[in-house]
Nanobody, 115 residues
Framework: QVQLVESGGGLVQAGGSLRLSCAIS????????MGWFRQAPGKEREYVAG????????YYAESVKGRFTISRNNAQNTVFLQMNNLKPEDTAVYYC????????WGQGTQVSVSS
């Protein structure tokens, strides 16, 4: 059974940075396109970044483009999200999954950005 474990969230001030990690167990993600999603209170889960293989194939939502960077380490079965210049509107629970959302969701990691 695939298990996704997100970590690295926290409380930061606007303009700060965080690096999220997603460890995948139960299978290797191989060439699967992986993504990061976020869900703010009262809103739908949003796809914010994706990465294929080769890793230069990336996607970013307009709201995070130029501030967030997604990366992957296939040897460690881990996906990362570097978040810079964070804004209060980035506050949400962040999740990873395949880009098509095909695996069971993990618990997510809370990111809170104060103004």
């Amino acid at each position: 059974q695939v298990q996704l474990v997100e970590s690295g969230g926290g409380l930061v001030q606007a303009g700060g940075s965080l690096r999220l990690s997603c460890a995948i167990s139960g299978r290797t993600f191989g060439r699967t396109v992986m993504g990061w999603f976020r869900q703010a209170p009262g809103k739908e889960r949003e796809y914010v970044a994706g990465i294929g293989l080769p890793a230069r194939d990336t996607y970013y939502a307009e709201s995070v483009k130029g501030r967030f960077t997604i990366s992957r380490n296939n040897a460690q079965n881990t996906v990362f999200l570097q978040m810079n210049n964070l804004k209060p509107e980035d506050t949400a629970v962040y999740y990873c999954n395949t880009a098509l959302r095909t695996w069971p969701w993990g618990q997510g990691t809370q990111v809170s950005v104060s103004s």
